[in-house]
């Protein structure tokens, strides 16, 4: 019985074999552009009008979302809460922001990633959202924006709208 039981055993991993062995690898990921900090960081001035932008975004679309800007420390510079936003997306729009600056990319490059196969979702210190885009002078990352409360693709929209008024 015990020799049946390892023959079929045996069987069965062979008839998955060539299956697995057909399974195509995930699509490669494009290599992330990695900017250089910069010397200085976002002023409030400039985290203001970036806010401004997002939430002129948010409202032109009817969302209600949270807008959070900071440093490229990640310390926070402005944090706004749009009326009806949910309260969970604080933290959310914080994460996504601190994850843009700490591995100075947009969080989209890690959703895209988890989507492909070749990164787990859930990694130390990294919010893998599309909705944190890098602050960026003269080329050089000054800080990042975080927005959640819509869904990926709509924080996404409103995080980038706003990032590219940052002259």
Same mark, same amino acid.
Request: charged share 15%; hydrophobic share 50%.
């Given at each position: 019985?015990?020799?049946?039981?390892?023959? #079929?055993?045996?069987?069965?991993?062979?008839?998955?074999?060539?299956?697995?062995?057909?399974?195509?690898?995930?699509?490669?990921?494009?290599?992330?552009?990695?900017?250089?900090?910069?010397?200085?960081? #976002?002023?409030?001035?400039?985290?203001?009008?970036?806010?401004?932008?997002?939430?002129?975004?948010?409202?032109?679309?009817?969302?209600?979302?949270?807008? &959070?800007?900071?440093?490229?420390?990640?310390?926070?510079?402005?944090?706004?809460?749009?009326?009806?936003?949910?309260?969970?997306?604080?933290?959310?729009?914080?994460?996504?922001?601190?994850?843009?600056?700490?591995?100075?990319?947009?969080?989209?490059?890690?959703?895209?990633?988890?989507?492909?196969?070749?990164?787990?979702? #859930?990694?130390?210190?990294?919010?893998?959202?599309?909705?944190?885009?890098?602050?960026?002078?003269?080329?050089?990352?000054?800080?990042? #924006?975080?927005?959640?409360?819509?869904? &990926?693709?709509?924080?996404?929209?409103?995080?980038?709208?706003?990032?590219?008024?940052?002259?």
């Amino acid at each position: 019985m015990k020799k049946a039981l390892a023959l #079929i055993v045996v069987g069965l991993s062979l008839v998955g074999a060539p299956a697995m062995a057909q399974t195509a690898a995930p699509p490669a990921l494009a290599p992330a552009v990695h900017p250089a900090y910069s010397a200085r960081v #976002i002023t409030l001035a400039e985290a203001k009008s970036v806010v401004a932008a997002a939430e002129a975004e948010a409202r032109k679309n009817g969302w209600s979302m949270v807008i &959070t800007v900071v440093e490229s420390n990640g310390a926070v510079v402005l944090s706004e809460k749009m009326d009806g936003a949910q309260y969970g997306s604080l933290e959310v729009a914080l994460k996504k922001a601190q994850t843009a600056t700490n591995f100075r990319r947009p969080t989209s490059y890690f959703q895209d990633a988890v989507k492909a196969g070749t990164l787990n979702a #859930i990694f130390t210190g990294a919010t893998a959202l599309d909705g944190g885009e890098l602050l960026l002078a003269d080329g050089k990352i000054v800080g990042a #924006i975080g927005v959640s409360g819509g869904s &990926t693709p709509q924080d996404g929209a409103v995080a980038r709208a706003a990032a590219a008024t940052l002259k």
